[in-house]
């Protein structure tokens, strides 16, 4: 089955880093782009950039640019999203997905992981 | 960035009734728009790509039209399982943002 596996719960505070992970099961994520999406709770979803795991091209929103970076390794089919400083603010789900198409650089998000919930309290 | 704005924020419909549900494109996006389904506690689901073009396995009760600015979502029969939030995308341009979301509630 082909599906999106993020990495686990997190609880921080604020101030620290965090790197958490989307793996792609079943198949190579290669030849997509993957891309992180923020629901904070009880609000809806916020698009928040996307890398190409062929060549780590990345794109970000400018709502987001600056305060995240997304990072892949192709050789292990995993697309990452990290914070170097985590706020409150960030206390969200945040989910991975991989466009319809490989290659497709403008395209629906096919495939989602199940989501990551990122805690951050002090 | 091209702003998404979706109405109604809440649809209070009976089961066995029609809803629909708009998207609009603050530019156009061509056919650029996906619709998603969210339910509680899960993460969103595919339902249209291509502005009207069903996703796999999507049942045949939901519709998408429109091209441009103006985009629907019409589920010809509520089911119990169709009460839920649902979003619009454009894919046209980076970002490629959601619109606010329209949540479907039993009347």
């Known amino acids: 089955e082909v599906q999106l596996v993020q990495s686990g719960a997190e609880v921080k505070k604020p101030g620290e880093s965090l790197k958490i992970s989307c793996k792609g099961s079943g198949y190579s994520l290669t030849n997509y782009w993957i891309g992180w999406v923020r629901q904070m709770p009880g609000t809806g979803l916020e698009w928040m950039g996307i890398?190409?795991?062929?060549?780590?091209?990345?794109k970000y929103s400018p709502s987001f640019e600056g305060h995240v970076t997304i990072s892949a390794d192709k050789s292990i089919s995993t697309a990452y999203l990290q914070w170097s400083s985590l706020k409150a603010s960030d206390t969200a789900m945040y989910y991975c997905?991989?466009?319809?198409?490989?290659?497709?650089?403008?395209?629906?998000?096919?495939?989602w992981g199940q989501g990551t919930m990122v805690t951050v309290s002090s | 960035e091209i702003v998404m704005t979706q109405s109604p924020v809440t649809l209070s419909v009976s089961p066995g009734e029609r809803a629909t549900l708009s998207c609009r494109a603050g530019q156009s996006v061509g056919s650029n728009l996906a619709w998603y389904q969210q339910k509680p506690g899960q993460a969103p689901r595919l339902l249209i790509f291509g502005a009207s073009t069903r996703a796999t396995g999507i049942p045949a009760r939901f519709s998408g039209s429109g091209s441009g600015t103006e985009f629907t979502l019409t589920i010809s029969s509520l089911q119990s399982e169709d009460f839920a939030v649902y979003y619009c995308q454009q894919y046209n341009n980076w970002p490629h943002r959601f619109g606010g979301g329209t949540k479907v509630e039993i009347k």
């Open positions: 890398i190409y795991l062929g060549d780590s091209d990345t």
């Open positions: 997905a991989r466009h319809k198409y490989s290659t497709s650089l403008h395209d629906a998000f096919a495939i």
